[in-house]
């Protein structure tokens, strides 16, 4: 009864559809029949622009070397001369810097640089700033770990008078009492600001980890609040008179201007400057070594409290090397494949992946003596966790097992483009060279570094990303300690010690 009933609706369907009902053995008969073959797939149009062309390979670009020159008075100058632009741009610096301040002056370098362009040879500061202006010429001075530089910039026009402007600033300042004044305030006032800056605290707060509180390398260029306090004009005066003389100086020269025309230049604004009378400094190398090997134990963990902040900044710092060590040209191939660019693996961990920060990354200082590898995120306070642990992860990773073959050729291409960038203008390549300068560097050592990294294999860097191990790095926290602790201690780094915003450990209070 069920086979029929089951036979006439399939039947009445079939009607329904306008089609003929099959029988079980007919519909397994159409099963076996051979199904026709799809007609063949339509060739493809040829691409009217033909074959997809192949890159050559790139070309090396070796940057350019300048001409050394004997200076006034000892010093060396070294020019490149680049006629494409009216422009000319020059930066005189000294081998003296925050790497020697006294102690108990920390800071003493930066204000006397500070001190030099308010007021010099026959002009009042207000008088030297217009006069400056009225060229549309930039000048600067500032101080570095390793040594001190003024920089200008102008149109070739403007040479010869912008020129004897710098060279009052450099040879003939005025360290006027009223000046001083104001600028020792507001100097002392931005030390005070700086606390509140976290990212200037952690960097503070790292380096004093590192090398020790109070050494050359440990304290920050721009001085603390305890020191500025005490440092006076006369200290100033006599920084200036041992630093800042001829016999210490590089003045590199780029741009529109002649062998002829620089020589007449320095003869007539800079031949006067002397070191007569002038107290040589300590030597810098001898102050660099005590920064690079400190007679302290740096400690695992140091947190900075901020309560109530929003983010946390976390660091990861340990030694490094000198800006003249040989292994140092390839470690920025690691470093720009870890932190270096906007693609390394920090940031696409903790900025793309996560979401905790804007923006993370890493360094290796460059410093005349071994200086530090620092891999440094600001991250939201609820995630100062979980985001250190992954940072310590990806330090962990590349010291294991080092670059990728995508990795190595991603960052080689970066130097090249790197390279090219820094030597693009008049005035970045006026810095850069004043930069090898004071550094102690050739000339040429741009080019000699770049072949290195050029020819860098996969097995050469894996070996040196060990200088990236975090087990012997120190973990400097700044952010709010009620809200991280528990999440630090989850990370098995032990107590932390605490410090304060200018780099000094606190006591623990003595109970009574």
């Known amino acids: 009864m069920r086979a029929r009933h089951a036979g006439a609706m399939i039947a009445l369907v079939a009607a329904a559809l306008g089609c003929e009902p099959r029988t079980p053995a007919q519909s397994a008969a159409r099963a076996e029949a051979p199904r026709p073959s799809a007609p063949p797939a339509a060739a493809k149009p040829a691409d009217p622009l033909g074959p997809r062309p192949e890159l050559p390979k790139p070309q090396p670009f070796t940057p350019p070397a300048p001409v050394v020159l004997d200076g006034p008075n000892g010093a060396k100058v070294w020019l490149l001369e680049r006629h494409t632009l009216p422009i000319v741009s020059v930066a005189i610096g000294v081998a003296s810097g925050a790497a020697d301040d006294p102690k108990g002056a920390a800071g003493l370098a930066h204000i006397t640089a500070d001190m030099l362009d308010e007021g010099a040879g026959t002009r009042s500061a207000v008088e030297l700033s217009s006069a400056i202006n009225d060229l549309g010429a930039t000048l600067s001075v500032g101080a570095r770990a390793d040594g001190s530089v003024a920089t200008l910039s102008v149109?070739?026009?403007?040479?010869?008078k912008a020129f004897s402007l710098l060279a009052d600033v450099v040879a003939r300042p005025r360290f006027e009492a009223k000046e001083w004044k104001r600028v020792s305030e507001l100097w002392q006032n931005d030390l005070r600001k700086r606390g509140?800056?976290?990212?200037?605290?952690?960097?503070?707060?790292?380096?004093?980890?590192?090398?020790?509180?109070?050494?050359?390398?440990?304290?920050?260029?721009?001085?603390?609040?305890?020191?500025?306090?005490?440092?006076g004009l006369p200290a100033v005066k006599a920084f200036y008179k041992a630093a800042w003389r001829p016999d210490h100086a590089v003045i590199t020269v780029?741009?529109?201007?002649?062998?002829?025309?620089?020589?007449?230049?320095?003869?007539?604004?800079?031949?006067?400057?002397?070191?007569?009378?002038a107290t040589a400094s300590?030597?810098?190398?001898?102050?660099?070594?005590?920064?690079?090997?400190?007679?302290?134990?740096?400690?695992?963990?140091?947190?900075?409290?901020?309560?109530?902040?929003?983010?946390?900044?976390?660091?990861?710092?340990r030694e490094g090397v000198a800006a003249s060590d040989p292994r140092r040209p390839l470690l920025q191939l690691i470093n720009s494949a870890l932190g270096g660019s906007f693609t390394s693996r920090l940031n696409q961990n903790l900025r793309e992946d996560h979401g905790w920060s804007y923006g993370a990354g890493s360094t290796f200082t460059e410093t005349r003596?071994?200086?530090?590898?620092?891999?440094?995120?600001?991250?939201?306070?609820?995630?100062?966790?979980?985001?250190?642990?992954?940072?310590?992860?990806?330090?962990?990773?590349?010291?294991?097992?080092?670059?990728?073959?995508?990795?190595?050729?991603?960052?080689?291409?970066?130097d090249r483009a790197d390279l090219?960038?820094?030597?693009?203008?008049?005035?970045?390549?006026?810095?850069?060279?004043?930069?090898?300068?004071?550094?102690?560097?050739?000339?040429?050592?741009?080019?000699?570094?770049?072949?290195?990294?050029?020819?860098?294999?996969?097995?050469?860097l894996a070996e040196l990303a060990r200088a990236v191990d975090p087990k012997t790095a120190t973990v400097v926290v700044v952010g709010p300690r009620q809200e991280i602790l528990p999440q630090l201690q989850g990370i098995g780094l032990g107590e932390p010690e605490a410090w304060d915003v200018e780099g000094q450990p606190i006591q623990p209070k003595k109970e009574p």
């Not at 952690?202 to 609040?225: C, E, I, K």
């Not at 780029?254 to 009378?277: C, P």
């Open 155 to 160: 149109l070739k026009k403007n040479f010869d």
């Open 196 to 231: 509140d800056d976290a990212t200037r605290v952690s960097g503070l707060v790292s380096m004093a980890a590192l090398y020790g509180p109070g050494t050359p390398y440990g304290h920050p260029v721009d001085g603390l609040v305890a020191d500025a306090r005490s440092i």
């Open 282 to 317: 300590a030597a810098p190398a001898a102050k660099g070594a005590a920064a690079a090997a400190p007679a302290w134990k740096p400690p695992r963990l140091v947190l900075v409290d901020r309560p109530g902040a929003p983010q946390s900044v976390i660091a990861a710092v």
């Open 420 to 460: 090219v960038s820094a030597y693009e203008t008049v005035n970045r390549t006026a810095q850069r060279l004043g930069t090898l300068a004071r550094l102690k560097l050739p000339e040429t050592f741009d080019g000699d570094a770049s072949k290195a990294r050029q020819s860098a294999t996969l097995a050469s």
């Open 369 to 414: 003596l071994p200086g530090a590898f620092v891999a440094r995120a600001s991250v939201v306070t609820e995630a100062t966790g979980p985001a250190l642990k992954e940072m310590l992860a990806e330090l962990a990773k590349m010291a294991d097992s080092g670059l990728t073959r995508d990795e190595l050729a991603k960052v080689q291409a970066q």
């Open 254 to 277: 780029v741009g529109d201007i002649t062998r002829d025309e620089l020589q007449q230049a320095l003869s007539r604004d800079l031949g006067t400057w002397s070191a007569k009378g």
